[in-house]
């Protein structure tokens, strides 16, 4: 499967974005997905994941309760809904495809290119 992530910008501390992720190839509804971000220098972290029929979510305790992550396998598409944005939370953010609904990134074999979020104070 193919992924080509959007929707990263400019934005300020406690605004609203919302990333989206297409996928195009295999069956998008076979796979679990998650969105992992990296900043210059630091590994990449784990994010928000869901499973490939949305009855499970999983977040990174750093953006639970700002972040939602939803798919809609009619379109083959992920998003990842992020509010009240911080400063840490600028990184370039990526979309990935895996067989399992973990944090782990080795788990995950399809990456999209990333795009980047940048959050102003």
């Known amino acids: 499967v193919q992924l080509q992530a959007s929707g990263g910008g400019l934005v300020q501390a406690g605004d609203s974005l919302r990333l989206s992720c297409a996928a195009s190839?295999?069956?998008?509804?076979?796979?679990?997905m998650a969105w992992f971000r990296q900043v210059p220098g630091k590994e990449r972290e784990f994010v928000a994941a869901?499973?490939?029929?949305?009855?499970?979510?999983r977040y990174a305790d750093s953006v639970q309760g700002r972040f939602t992550i939803s798919r809609d396998n009619a379109k083959s598409v992920v998003y990842l809904q992020m509010n009240f944005l911080k400063p840490g939370d600028t990184a370039r953010y990526y979309c990935?495809?895996?067989?399992?609904?973990?944090?782990?990134?080795?788990?995950?074999?399809?990456w999209g290119q990333g795009t980047q979020v940048t959050v102003s104070s």
């Open positions: 190839g295999r069956a998008f509804n076979n796979y679990a």
């Open positions: 990935a495809a895996g067989a399992v609904t973990v944090s782990e990134s080795s788990e995950y074999h399809n």
């Open positions: 869901i499973s490939w029929n949305v009855d499970f979510t």
